[in-house]
Nanobody, 114 residues
């Protein structure tokens, strides 16, 4: 079981920046993927960005060129969010995927005011 703790959400004006961080603890497979998803009330959770243990990154079209995902080490992943828009407002969740396991963090609120 992998535990995930997110930090860095908050309130920001449109055009501003935020940096989300997620730290994993527990037993992790060497080959894995960590990523960020977001969810609005009543909507499905959607992928924002993910990065594999080998450093390969993937982004949703809506955030390409504005968001950057990175890994400090095997257990820490960041999401740098620039040029934020009101439509980026959501609860952001960190996810770990390794083998048959999928684990989620508790979520952090990001609110972008216009």
């Amino acid at each position: 079981q992998v535990q995930l703790v997110e930090s860095g959400g908050g309130l920001v004006q449109a055009g501003g920046s935020l940096r989300l961080s997620c730290v994993a603890s527990g037993s992790m497979l060497r080959i894995n993927s960590m990523g960020w998803y977001r969810q609005l009330p009543g909507k499905q959770r959607e992928l924002v960005a993910s990065i594999t243990s080998s450093g390969s990154a993937n982004y949703a079209d809506s955030v390409k060129g504005r968001f950057t995902i990175s890994r400090d080490n095997a257990r820490t992943v960041h999401l740098q969010m620039n040029s934020l828009k009101p439509e980026d407002t959501a609860v952001y969740y960190c996810k770990y995927a390794g083998g048959l396991s999928n684990n989620w963090g508790q979520g952090t609120q990001v609110t972008v005011s216009s």
